[in-house]
């Protein structure tokens, strides 16, 4: 599985600043220590960057770069912006993200095949956020016809089917899981990719890593190819890097229907156990689901 | 081949809870099987209503909801006689609504007073319900708890931030626990949740999922409390199987709807059958979402919806 840092960001009370006002001090810092935490690529996200967003990103691709050799992920709605990081990007981009809109389908398609880039493919369509696992199905099928037709291959998609809080309505989570375990036949060959902290969106924070570590090894049974995470949460790289296959094998067993007597597990496991039960909707979410 | 007509499957049973004390205590809860489905399981206690009494005057009542409480609207002690006397009242909520800082702000000891005065007075189970103001609540609703020691009062809203406070002294005189949380399933259920783990027991917290009136969002509070009818009959989900209790009466008087004189508008029709047939469909449709007890006003909608409770559960 690749992983992609998330932590520069222009939500984040350090890093928002620091962008704004061109201090280039604070995201290198991240970066060289999300670069030490072993993550593959990095997500820059500047966000919407109406104003003068294109000299913004040139600015923060450069002073990244000037710390780290990984690829980047390129983060933000603006084409302008997303055209002009691409310019000085070394290596191989990632282009985060172009959705069936056509304001952003439109300008950023030939972005991808003009600066040799990978792309992720937002399914988030014209009437906004899809419903069910068969609403990602169609909206998969017409994004990867339109990239075909500039000549993009689908090995250069990579998927994002939209992760949303488990505190939230929980079937929307599972929508996300089924239409995943269905997406290789639907379009051989495309990657994924997941916003993996979505899920544990409006969790108290120090929960959150439980969820985010729980749904990623749910998704990886489906073949996740990638996700944009926490590059400073260890045990989830560890889950990542193979380092913790008998609680992958754990997880992979309940979402089988397995159903072991949690006073036989030990503390970790049950955590594990419960947050699945929690995201396959089998439990309902409150923030207290570990304790009970 | 005969048709045979599928079945939900049943895991789980709603409790029950007793409101009040002595002869004249009710039971509310214990379904095993989804509002008013007979024919998949039980309904051991049917839905009851509460009435209505004010600690104060009411201020912006239409005449439809004042006229048959006529003359006792200044002393909630005769109010809640008439309720109990003339329309044949089973549990009387009385609504603390002197106590709200934004209006009469009524102290504790006095908005006490009128509570143990009041309880003294009816021998039928008693909700008291504060201003849904944290910080007033907490310190009016421990005073009740404390001066109605013992009577096993029904008392609420408790929120995540007033939870500890009201629920320890709820505790401590013996009282119940209505836990109220603002249309959300999984705020509900971390809320019974924390309750539960700061010691209140498991028969003294009915839930309050928040209600509204139809036209005013209804369908929402009907889908969270569907949704936790599901969690507690069919997954087992122990921290929801409580019976839930509707404010729903103070909802339907205070829209717009019912207050519009038909004079104002003549084709919105006669207005007193208005209020009561809205209050009374807002009540019915409550029920059909797993309502257990329901707060209402107006005796005629009252009579509506007892028709309708015995209608659908008739042999």
Same mark, same amino acid.
């Given at each position: 599985? $690749?992983?992609i840092?998330?932590? &520069?960001?222009?939500?984040?009370?350090?890093?928002?600043p620091?962008?704004r006002?061109?201090?280039?001090?604070?995201?290198?810092?991240?970066?060289?220590?999300?670069?030490?935490?072993?993550?593959?690529?990095?997500?820059?996200?500047?966000?919407?960057?109406?104003?003068a967003?294109?000299?913004?990103?040139?600015?923060?691709?450069n002073?990244?770069?000037?710390v780290?050799?990984?690829?980047? !992920?390129?983060?933000?709605?603006?084409?302008?912006?997303?055209?002009?990081?691409l310019k000085?990007?070394?290596?191989?981009?990632?282009?985060?993200s172009?959705? $069936?809109?056509?304001?952003r389908?439109?300008?950023?398609?030939?972005l991808?095949?003009?600066?040799?880039?990978?792309?992720?493919?937002?399914?988030w369509?014209?009437?906004?956020?899809?419903?069910?696992?068969?609403?990602?199905?169609?909206?998969?099928?017409?994004?990867?016809y339109?990239?075909n037709?500039?000549g993009?291959?689908?090995?250069?998609?990579?998927?994002? /089917?939209?992760?949303?809080?488990?505190s939230?309505e929980?079937?929307q989570?599972?929508?996300c899981?089924e239409?995943?375990?269905?997406l290789?036949?639907?379009?051989?060959?495309?990657?994924?990719?997941?916003?993996l902290?979505?899920?544990s969106?409006?969790?108290?924070?120090?929960?959150? /890593?439980?969820?985010n570590?729980s749904?990623m090894?749910?998704?990886?049974?489906?073949?996740?190819?990638?996700?944009i995470?926490d590059a400073?949460d260890?045990?989830?790289?560890?889950?990542a890097?193979?380092?913790m296959?008998?609680?992958v094998?754990?997880?992979?067993? &309940?979402?089988?229907?397995?159903?072991?007597n949690?006073?036989?597990?030990s503390?970790?496991?049950?955590?594990y156990?419960?947050?699945?039960?929690?995201?396959?909707?089998?439990? $309902?979410?409150?923030? !207290?689901?570990?304790?009970? | 081949?005969?048709?045979?007509?599928?079945? +939900?499957?049943?895991?789980?049973?709603?409790?029950?809870i007793?409101?009040? =004390?002595?002869?004249?205590?009710? +039971?509310?809860?214990?379904?095993?099987?989804?509002?008013?489905?007979?024919?998949?399981g039980?309904i051991?206690n049917?839905?009851?209503?509460?009435? *209505?009494?004010?600690?104060s005057?009411p *201020?912006?009542?239409? *005449?439809?909801?004042?006229?048959?409480f006529?003359?006792? +609207?200044?002393?909630p002690v005769a109010?809640?006689?008439?309720?109990?006397?003339?329309?044949?009242?089973?549990?009387?909520?009385?609504?603390?609504?002197?106590?709200?800082?934004?209006?009469?702000?009524?102290?504790?000891?006095?908005?006490?007073?009128?509570?143990?005065?009041?309880?003294?007075?009816?021998?039928?189970?008693l909700?008291?319900?504060?201003c849904s103001? *944290?910080?007033?609540d907490?310190?009016?609703?421990?005073k009740?708890?404390?001066?109605?020691?013992?009577?096993?009062?029904i008392?609420?809203?408790?929120?995540?931030?007033d939870?500890?406070?009201? %629920?320890?002294?709820?505790i401590?005189y013996?009282?119940t626990?209505?836990?109220?949380?603002?249309?959300d399933v999984?705020?509900?259920?971390?809320l019974n949740?924390?309750?539960?783990n700061?010691g209140?027991?498991?028969?003294?917290?009915?839930m309050d999922?928040?209600?509204?009136?139809?036209?005013?969002?209804i369908?929402?509070?009907?889908?969270?409390?569907?949704r936790?009818?599901?969690a507690?009959? +069919?997954q087992q989900?122990?921290?929801?199987q409580f019976?839930?209790?509707?404010?729903? %009466? =103070?909802?339907v008087w205070?829209a717009?709807?019912?207050?519009?004189?038909?004079?104002e508008?003549?084709? @919105?029709?006669?207005?007193?059958?208005r209020?009561?047939?809205?209050?009374?469909?807002?009540?019915m449709?409550? @029920?059909?979402?797993?309502?257990?007890?329901?707060?209402?006003?107006?005796?005629?909608?009252?009579? @509506?919806?007892?028709e309708?409770?015995?209608e659908?559960?008739?042999?």
């Open positions: 599985m $690749l992983l840092g998330e932590n &520069v960001n222009i939500m984040s009370e350090t890093i928002g620091a962008l006002g061109r201090n280039p001090k604070p995201i290198q810092e991240l970066a060289r220590a999300e670069t030490e935490a072993g993550v593959d690529y990095l997500d820059l996200n500047i966000g919407p960057a109406r104003k967003g294109d000299e913004l990103m040139t600015w923060v691709v002073t990244v770069q000037e780290t050799d990984l690829p980047l !992920s390129l983060d933000t709605t603006n084409p302008a912006a997303m055209e002009a990081g000085v990007h070394k290596g191989r981009a990632l282009i985060n172009i959705s $069936l809109q056509p304001e389908l439109e300008p950023e398609l030939p991808v095949k003009k600066y040799d880039a990978d792309m992720i493919g937002l399914l369509g014209t009437e906004g956020m899809p419903r069910d696992a068969a609403e990602r199905c169609v909206l998969v099928v017409d994004l990867v339109r990239a037709q500039l993009i291959p689908n090995r250069d998609i990579w998927i994002d /089917p939209i992760l949303t809080p488990a939230g929980i079937n989570v599972k929508a899981f239409f995943m375990s269905m290789n036949d639907i379009a051989p060959e495309c990657k994924s990719v997941v916003g902290s979505n899920i969106n409006g969790t108290p924070t120090h929960l959150r /890593p439980y969820l570590r749904c090894i749910m998704l990886m049974k489906y073949g996740l190819y990638s996700a995470v400073f260890s045990e989830l790289i560890k889950i890097r193979g380092e296959p008998e609680i094998k754990l997880v992979h067993r &309940v979402m089988d229907g397995e159903k072991p949690l006073s036989s597990l503390q970790k496991e049950a955590e156990v419960k947050t699945v039960r929690v995201l396959t909707g089998e439990a $309902l979410y409150s923030h !207290s689901w570990l304790e009970i | 081949m005969a048709l045979e007509i599928p079945k +939900t499957s049943y895991s789980g049973k709603i409790r029950e007793r409101l009040g =004390k002595g002869d004249k205590s009710i +039971t509310v809860g214990g379904e095993t099987a989804y509002p008013f489905y007979l024919f998949e039980g051991p049917l839905p009851k209503i509460a009435m *209505e009494v004010y600690d005057p *201020e912006e009542w239409p *005449e439809a909801a004042l006229e048959p006529a003359g006792v +609207t200044d002393d109010w809640a006689k008439k309720c109990i006397n003339d329309y044949g009242a089973e549990i009387i909520c009385l609504q603390l609504i002197s106590t709200d800082p934004n209006g009469l702000d009524r102290g504790a000891d006095e908005a006490a007073e009128v509570v143990k005065r009041v309880a003294d007075a009816i021998d039928i189970p909700i008291v319900w504060g103001n *944290e910080e007033k907490t310190e009016v609703l421990r009740v708890s404390e001066v109605c020691q013992g009577k096993n009062l008392i609420g809203p408790v929120g995540e931030g939870h500890k406070k009201i %629920g320890a002294s709820a401590g013996h009282h626990v209505i836990a109220s949380t603002p249309i999984n705020l509900a259920k971390q949740i924390l309750l539960g700061l209140v027991p498991d028969d003294s917290l009915i999922t928040t209600v509204s009136s139809i036209g005013y969002g369908e929402y509070c009907y889908s969270v409390m569907e936790a009818r599901m507690g009959l +069919t989900d122990e921290k929801l019976p839930v209790i509707c404010n729903i %009466g =103070k909802e205070k717009k709807e019912v207050k519009i004189a038909e004079k508008d003549p084709k @919105l029709g006669d207005a007193r059958k209020g009561i047939l809205m209050e009374a469909i807002s009540a449709i409550l @029920l059909l979402a797993g309502a257990d007890v329901l707060i209402m006003r107006h005796p005629e909608a009252i009579k @509506l919806v007892q309708m409770i015995a659908l559960t008739a042999e």
